[in-house]
Nanobody, 119 residues
Framework: QVQLVESGGGLVQPGGSLRLSCAAS????????MGWYRQAPGKQRELVAS???????NYADSVKGRFTISRDNSKNTVYLQMDSLQPEDTAIYYC?????????????WGQGTQVTVSS
């Protein structure tokens, strides 16, 4: 199993920045992509950004140019730098990892961290 522990959420004013961290532990050898999802009240969970083990990023259109995903393989940690935050970015942010077990994808999730953008 994979355990994911997030940190770095909080309250920030519009236009501000936050950095989220997600540390992975456990059986991480088969992880091939990690990412961040978010879920706002009354909405479905959506992909924010992901990054492969080779460092290839992918972003939702709504965060392109404002958010940056990165990873430190030596620390088994993924980061999400969020700049120019807006109230619509308010949500619970979840870390996700995907590994292949046999031929099937196996998802793991963190407990979530609250991000609130408000003046």
């Amino acid at each position: 199993q994979v355990q994911l522990v997030e940190s770095g959420g909080g309250l920030v004013q519009p236009g501000g920045s936050l950095r989220l961290s997600c540390a992975a532990s456990g059986d991480i050898s088969l992880i091939y992509v990690m990412g961040w999802y978010r879920q706002a009240p009354g909405k479905q969970r959506e992909l924010v950004a992901s990054i492969t083990t080779h460092g290839r990023p992918n972003y939702a259109d709504s965060v392109k140019g404002r958010f940056t995903i990165s990873r430190d393989n030596s620390k088994n940690t993924v980061y999400l730098q969020m700049d120019s935050l807006q109230p619509e970015d308010t949500a619970i942010y979840y870390c996700n990892s995907v590994r292949t077990i046999g031929s099937l994808p196996d998802n793991s999730w963190g407990q979530g961290t609250q991000v609130t953008v408000s003046s």
